[in-house]
């Protein structure tokens, strides 16, 4: 069992940046690949970014270039770094974790947390 926290979301204008993280505890952190999702109203939840056991990135391509996934397994944590933000990346951003090797999907994570809102005024 794996409990998961985001922090981290707010108000930001167009270009600017936000720091997320997500706080795990109840299990060894660095046993599991870790990713995060974004949800806006109406629409799927999406993968943003994931990073492995070993460090490993990945991000879609609407991301890529402005978003940087990092986890701290001292700290149990993982951040994500988001630069350039634009009105499109608006959402509630959920972290979650997985024991698969596989982490593109949502039904591939075994964990979620509860969401924390990103709004990008205009």
């Known amino acids: 069992q794996v409990h998961l926290v985001e922090s981290g979301g707010g108000l930001v204008q167009t270009g600017g940046s936000l720091r997320l993280s997500c706080a795990a505890s109840g299990r060894t952190f660095s046993n599991y690949a870790m990713g995060w999702f974004r949800q806006a109203p109406g629409k799927q939840r999406e993968l943003v970014a994931a990073i492995s056991r070993g460090g490993s990135t990945d991000y879609v391509d609407f991301v890529k270039g402005r978003f940087i996934i990092s986890r701290d397994n001292a700290k149990n944590t993982v951040y994500l770094l988001m630069n350039s933000l634009k009105p499109e990346d608006t959402a509630v951003y959920y972290c979650?974790?997985?024991?698969?090797?596989?982490?593109?999907?949502?039904?591939?994570?075994?964990?979620w947390g509860q969401g924390t809102q990103v709004t990008v005024s205009s």
């Open positions: 979650a974790a997985t024991g698969s090797t596989r982490y593109a999907l949502p039904r591939e994570y075994d964990y």
